[in-house]
């Protein structure tokens, strides 16, 4: 394989498809601490010009970490539609990119076409794509889902009720639920991080806000982002789960590191399928998030971009409700500063999208990023824009169990108010029917916690 | 003159309201008064204090009392208001204090009065600058040459206990915990019986430099104390961080931790100095630290 191209009169040439990936990417700290990174801005583009002439046939063929030495890599291989990969193989990115943007190809079109694609490929187009081309592309696509909601209708807006507390108190738990509920957050999920994952302490956690929802009679689902394993064993032990959460990364090895295989979601799959109380078909919340395979030490040295598109596809396998990137989560030696952490929620909506799922975003920073909370409210309101699915609900953005800045529960309704979006429909109309928001905006009853003491 | 700001605000809200300038607008600032001379007066309590960090924001709460309860239950922000969808200016503010005092804990430099105090001499990591040291975690675990140099020329080797001071993720954590502390310690290990080797400062440091410095000072127990990432609100929190005799290829698991040492909602420095010499004591005793200390020590 030759692989080089001419700039300004120099020559640069690339050994292999990875490293034409790699050098291809926008500039990421986590692909330069990989060392895999373009040297200059020139040979960046150049990668680019090479990057636009490959086949998508080569993108499958080539993939990041060979077929037989991963099973990620085989999970996505074998879930290509055969009959429509043989239309565009010979689609080179460069074409792939104006055929996603043409005013002449709709949303069920590249649907379509999603199921013909590898991580690689997904990967590859968003490299040659810019900010603007991201939004353009990622809006374009609707990927509808349906637990309890409907998420993913054009022109909403969900927001996760993120109601963490240090230690996990119910009582804690419960009042940042109300807190969050009372600004309109929830209608993606009420979804908490437990700080100790027994399944004892999650089984109360599902119990306590399944209570919620059925007393106030809430369209929504819960939640408890513990490991996939405890969950399965709260459920066994009957505990009432909507959803069934768990963090994916994009190499076998990474996965490992997870303590997670193809094979054990399949079994969660089934299992949430069995005894989920909400009504489904899509039962299943995946969060990723760029530079997680490298922080394993299991990236194989491919770029984290392509690492995270992996992540996508093979999320696809298991129908998700839901999707979301904890993109400015992992800290600035993967991802430095505000720029780089807006580039990459644009890549992970657009990448999610044309994968075919749910998307959201988790918009947040931690404090030695080089961010602050008027770039995330930058990044919300872009995400938004490129008609993301879902942001998170923290209250006032500062997250008490995890310590990082994420949305705040203010955050959605005012996203909603500025861009003329609505929450979930289900949600909406509960929202309307407690008296919290009218004709698009907030009530004067909204914003107080005990207003859910009342019943 | 008895008339307060409120009163003078209040009459010109009233003013620029019959002529349609303003809508109607909360309660003015209780912070600023005007003097007995009639000069404004701007003099603010403390915001971060918890008095005022709890303070509800809710306009007109269903069940006030249950509001209260619901706020008390947690230390996440709850209760704190609107402006229609946006946050109250006081929680706004707030936020962006907490926020700020973690950015100038972070980009801050050590001082060197407090480095003198204890005479500390000053060593470098591979890391030269904050933003790479930020960029680049593996090379704040490294001492650069110069470093190695000057630690075996100053200091004495093989002691029981070796102290070094580093600044992590925040130059606050030392700059308001070490005094407390290091006495502490240094006089908890002597009266131990404990030989303490040459105690200095690393800069753009990371934890496992520890693994670094005993390849070259040979001690039997590193203590590092060492900057937190700062929390929002709490930037000055430091860990003691101790192994026995660590060695290049050493990981958390071979260390213990004292972590969240701060006045500030943590444990206390001079509380935690005493902990650090039950640990090192222990290590010594059992010639292991981390995982394998308890193992052979026999208890979970």
């Known amino acids: 394989m030759l692989l080089r191209t001419k700039l300004f009169g120099e020559t640069y040439e690339f050994a292999t498809i990875k490293e034409v990936l790699a050098k291809a990417n926008e500039e990421k700290s986590g692909d330069q601490q990989a060392g895999i990174a373009a040297n200059t801005a020139a040979e960046r583009v150049a990668a680019r010009l090479v990057l636009a002439e490959v086949p998508l046939s080569v993108l499958r063929e080539n993939p990041v970490v060979p077929y037989d030495d991963d099973e990620v890599t085989r999970a996505i291989d074998d879930a290509v539609n055969e009959t429509i990969y043989q239309e565009i193989k010979g689609w080179t990115v460069g074409e792939f990119r104006e055929w996603i943007l043409s005013n002449k190809t709709d949303s069920d079109q590249i649907r379509r076409v999603s199921n013909a694609l590898t991580g690689e490929m997904v990967a590859g187009v968003a490299k040659l794509m810019s900010n603007l081309d991201l939004v353009v592309g990622g809006r374009k696509i609707h990927v509808v889902t349906h637990c309890n909601n409907t998420m993913g209708l054009p022109g909403t807006l969900a927001s996760r009720n993120q109601p963490n507390h240090p230690t996990d108190s119910i009582d804690g738990i419960r009042a940042a639920t109300y807190e969050g509920l009372s600004y309109g957050s929830g209608d993606s999920v009420i979804g908490i991080n437990p700080s100790d994952d027994s399944v004892g302490n999650v089984s109360r956690i599902l119990e306590m806000t399944k209570d919620i929802i059925d007393r106030w009679e809430i369209p929504t689902q819960n939640c408890v982002l513990s490991h996939v394993t405890t969950q399965m064993e709260a459920m066994k032990r009957g505990a009432p789960l909507g959803l069934m959460f768990q963090s994916l990364a994009g190499s076998e090895k990474a996965m490992q590191s997870f303590g997670i295989s193809v094979g054990l979601l399949d079994e969660a799959y089934d299992m949430a399928k069995k005894y989920a109380w909400t009504t489904g078909p899509n039962y299943m919340y995946f969060e990723t998030g760029q530079g997680s395979a490298l922080s394993a030490d299991a990236h194989n040295g491919a770029d984290q971009l392509v690492l995270e598109a992996r992540n996508y596809s093979l999320a696809k396998r298991w129908d998700p409700y839901q999707v979301n990137t904890v993109v400015g989560f992992i800290g600035p030696e993967y991802l430095y500063d505000s720029r780089q952490i807006s580039r990459a929620a644009l890549e992970d909506h657009f990448m999610g999208k044309l994968t075919g799922i749910s998307m959201g975003c988790d918009v947040c920073y931690t404090n030695h990023a080089v961010a602050d909370q008027n770039d995330l409210e930058s990044l919300a309101v872009l995400f938004a824009s490129a008609g993301g699915s879902f942001i998170m609900g923290v209250p006032m953005g500062d997250d008490a169990m995890l310590s990082y800045q994420s949305t705040s529960y203010h955050d959605a309704p005012s996203l909603r108010q500025a861009l003329g979006l609505r929450p979930l429909p289900e949600f909406e109309a509960w929202m309307e029917d407690i008296g919290i928001w009218k004709n698009g905006q907030l009530t004067d009853l909204a914003g107080d916690a005990s207003l859910f003491l009342q019943r | ?300």
């Open chain 2, 1 to 300: 003159m008895t008339q307060t700001i409120e009163e003078v605000v209040a009459r010109v809200l009233a003013e620029l309201r019959n002529e349609g300038l303003v809508p109607d607008v909360q309660q003015p600032s209780a912070g600023a008064r005007v003097d007995d001379a009639g000069g404004l007066v701007i003099d603010l309590p403390d915001p971060t204090e918890e008095v005022h960090r709890r303070a509800i924001g809710v306009t007109d709460p269903a069940d006030p009392d249950g509001l209260k309860n619901l706020c008390a239950s947690t230390s996440a922000r709850l209760g704190v208001g609107r402006a229609g969808p946006r946050p109250l200016t006081r929680s706004l503010l707030l936020f962006k204090a907490d926020h700020g005092v973690t950015q100038d804990a972070i980009y801050g430099v050590v001082s060197e009065e407090i480095r003198e105090k204890f005479g500390l001499f000053t060593v470098h990591t591979k890391a030269p600058e904050r933003d790479v040291y930020l960029l680049r975690p593996d090379w704040g675990r490294l001492l650069d040459d110069e470093a190695k140099a000057t630690i075996k020329e100053n200091c004495i080797q093989g002691p029981d206990v070796q102290i070094c001071v580093g600044d992590g993720l925040s130059a606050a954590a030392i700059d308001n915990n070490l005094t407390d502390i290091y006495p502490a310690l240094e006089q908890g290990l002597k009266s131990a019986g404990l030989t303490l080797g040459t105690p200095f400062f690393i800069e753009n440091a990371r934890v496992g430099v520890m693994n670094d410095v005993n390849a070259i000072i040979h001690a039997k127990v590193i203590v590092l104390l060492i900057g937190e990432r700062p929390g929002l609100g709490i930037a000055d929190a430091m860990s003691a961080y101790m192994g026995f005799d660590p060695q290049p290829g050493k990981t958390d698991a071979d260390r213990d931790l004292i972590c969240m040492i701060t006045t500030h909602g943590g444990t206390n420095p001079l509380e935690a100095g005493a902990y650090v010499v039950e640990f090192v004591k222990r290590m010594i005793k059992y010639s292991a630290s981390g995982v394998r200390l308890r193992e052979v020590a026999g208890d979970a």
